[in-house]
């Protein structure tokens, strides 16, 4: 938390206010956040018992004076310049949102940086999938007084609902390519657990679809939208598929693979199989360590999932190329250098 609170107080831009909410922390948190805020009158703590994330984005919301409203998770933290770039877009530019590229990171690790075009968002985007992590959001205050607070009966997926809800009112949304803010990656996290946000995933997808009642009645994209769910559940659950087995859990996934094809009665093609590796998993792992960790533990059980599902020796070995293939190269260029690890590459030598 500290890290993420400094984050702010060290911006270039002076004009911010920080809106903490303790949200029955049974750490050190809330004294550092009382003791700050007495010596900053820019900083003002809110405390409320166990209420969960949505309610606690609704109290700060609720509780803001300026006009442009950004998310800030204690695990994350802005890059010095983003709040001045992000006031002078919203300046000059008749913005409803701003996404901000980002920067993905690890203990002192940077895994990824994922930029953005400088464009504009079109509103139905959301529809299908979530773009950036909701610190990457920047909201002008008149559009979400339109559209109300985040969802507190979702357990997870609850900022992805806010972004779909920010396009059907006919928002104008843009993306920037500066990256300005910093998302960590945190193992332990509500995010890497892959029943809850399946489900959540599920529920949110199942809203993209269908009219929202919680939008005024003008809202220009709020009408049913013939959505391919099949095809959209197939990318949710390989996703989360590649969570558990980065857990190690192999015969969990296998078992829940043959449920949920079941229900939606789907066929897979091999590069759906991508979809293990993602940010949510394994993604940008890509040091030395991380790669080697992955080319044993987690390659071993990514081969026996695909076991389980019937698949034979020949084509497990060609899906463990197609899904590791970014670690695989990337350890060629590590390993043999750019020239010689370049022509490997091409070659499919990895």
Known sequence: MKEAINSVVDQTFNEWEL?????????????????????????????????????????????????????LDA??????????????????????????SYLYFKDNLNLHRHKFSNTRVPNE???????APPISHFLNKRIINQI???????????????????????????TSSEVLVAYRYVPTSMSRNPLVMYDALTEVSRRAGKPDERLPNDAPHNHEVDLDYPSIQKKHLIRMLGVMLHQGKEMEA??????EKKVWNWVEEDRDWKG??????????????????LLTQTVSD?????????????????????????????????KYGKILGGVKNKLGWY
């Open 148 to 174: 109300g607070g985040f969802d507190s009966t979702l357990n997870s997926c609850e900022d992805w609902d806010y972004w779909i809800r920010v396009g059907k009112i006919g928002a104008e949304i843009h």
């Open 19 to 71: 809106i903490i909410i303790n949200d029955g922390s049974t750490d050190s948190s809330a004294d550092l956040a009382n003791r700050l805020s007495k010596n900053d009158s820019r900083i003002r703590v809110f405390d409320q018992a166990n209420m969960g994330l949505s309610a606690a984005r609704n109290c700060g919301i609720s509780n803001s004076e300026g006009g442009i409203i950004g998310f």
């Open 254 to 259: 296998a078992k829940w693979y043959f449920k």
């Open 302 to 334: 990514v081969a026996k999932f695909f076991k389980l599902l019937g698949y034979l020796p020949a084509k497990i070995q060609y899906l463990i190329k197609l899904i590791f293939e970014p670690q695989l190269k990337r350890r060629n260029h590590l």
């Open 125 to 131: 985007i959301f529809l299908k999938r979530n773009l």
């Open 75 to 100: 695990d994350d933290r802005y890059l010095p310049d983003c709040l001045t770039t992000v006031y002078n877009i919203f300046q000059h530019g008749n913005l409803d949102m701003l996404i901000a």
């Open 276 to 293: 293990l590796s993602s940010y949510l998993s394994w993604g940008y792992f890509f040091d030395p360590e991380q790669i080697e960790k």
